[in-house]
Nanobody, 122 residues
């Protein structure tokens, strides 16, 4: 059974940093594109960042220059380093995995974590 387990969320002041981790029990982790998505209360789930099987990285415009996605294939883990956090970054953050080809379309992802709450206070 595939599991994606996020950690690292919490409460931080505006301007602060957090690093989210997602440990994946995936065979051939390197053959999965990985994505981070977020969902604020009353809003749709939206794309935040993604990394392809070639380690190309992609970002939503709202987080470019502030967030960095990376993966450690030896640890089957993907990370999201979040700097210069803003109150509008407050949401539940989800890790997702998709076989082979990267996309920013959340509906195309095969596996999801349970989410981790990030709250940024002003």
């Amino acid at each position: 059974q595939v599991q994606l387990l996020e950690s690292g969320g919490g409460l931080v002041q505006a301007g602060g940093s957090l690093r989210l981790s997602c440990a994946a029990s995936l065979r051939s982790f390197g053959t999965y594109a990985m994505g981070w998505f977020r969902q604020a209360p009353g809003k749709e789930r939206t794309f935040v960042a993604g990394i392809s099987i070639y380690d190309d990285t992609f970002y939503a415009e709202s987080v470019k220059g502030r967030f960095t996605i990376s993966r450690d294939t030896a640890k089957n883990t993907v990370y999201l380093q979040m700097n210069s956090l803003k109150p509008e970054d407050t949401a539940v953050y989800y890790c997702a995995a998709k076989a082979l080809h990267y996309t920013d379309n959340y509906a195309a992802y095969d596996f999801w974590g349970q989410g981790t709450q990030v709250t940024v206070s002003s």
